[in-house]
């Protein structure tokens, strides 16, 4: 029995990529600043 | 964030679909480039940027997904706002208002909403309309304030 995949966030790696891929896709960015607990 | 927001559909969906997502953890040394490159200083801290990594909105604090999705799209909005493409954040502010009227975002969204109209149209009637919307949805609204001169 096939198992349903939940969706992720798909995170980029670095700003630069992120930017990169903005430009590219005609997207925003989302800059998450978080401090894990 | 992670544990609940992070993981709603909705939230994904949103996410994924409009937005290049980036997490940086501020407690690690190799972050520190991004973090004094945009001024952090306190988590949760959420930025929307332009693709030349200019910070068009930005906020702090936890959102639960109900209020993370409008929120965010109100960021994505004032994007557009900012970039001068008034009928594109027309467009989202009254997704926002569609979608989500109760969120905390709403009044924000029915106050640029009405600016957003008038830049586009230059008829004043647009934004005294929208504002009359936004006192009467929204009386007890710190953005109502923000134009009670008109009232």
């Given at each position: 029995m096939a198992t349903a995949v939940?969706?992720?966030v798909k995170w980029a790696t670095s700003l630069d990529e992120a930017l990169a891929r903005a430009q590219r896709e005609g997207k925003l960015v989302m800059l998450d600043f978080f401090s894990p607990t | 964030m992670g544990t609940?927001?992070?993981?709603?559909p909705a939230v994904v969906e949103t996410v994924n679909g409009l937005f290049v997502p980036i997490q940086v953890n501020?407690?690690?040394d190799s972050s520190r480039p991004i973090v004094e490159r945009y001024r952090h200083v306190w988590t949760p801290d959420i930025?929307?940027?332009g693709a030349d990594g200019f910070d068009y909105y930005h906020w702090n604090g936890y959102l639960p997904p109900f209020e993370f999705v409008p929120r965010l799209l109100?960021?994505?909005a004032q994007a557009r706002l900012r970039s001068r493409d008034f009928a594109g954040a027309a467009n989202v502010y009254e997704d926002v208002l569609r979608r989500f009227p109760t969120s905390e975002a709403a009044p924000e969204a029915q106050y640029f909403l009405a600016a957003a109209k008038?830049?586009?149209s230059q008829n004043p009637t647009e934004l005294h309309a929208g504002w009359h919307r936004l006192q009467t949805r929204y009386p007890d609204s710190p953005w109502r304030v923000r134009q009670s001169y008109s009232e």
């Open positions: 939940k969706p992720t | 609940v927001t992070y993981r709603e501020v407690k690690e930025r929307v940027l109100v960021g994505q008038y830049e586009a």
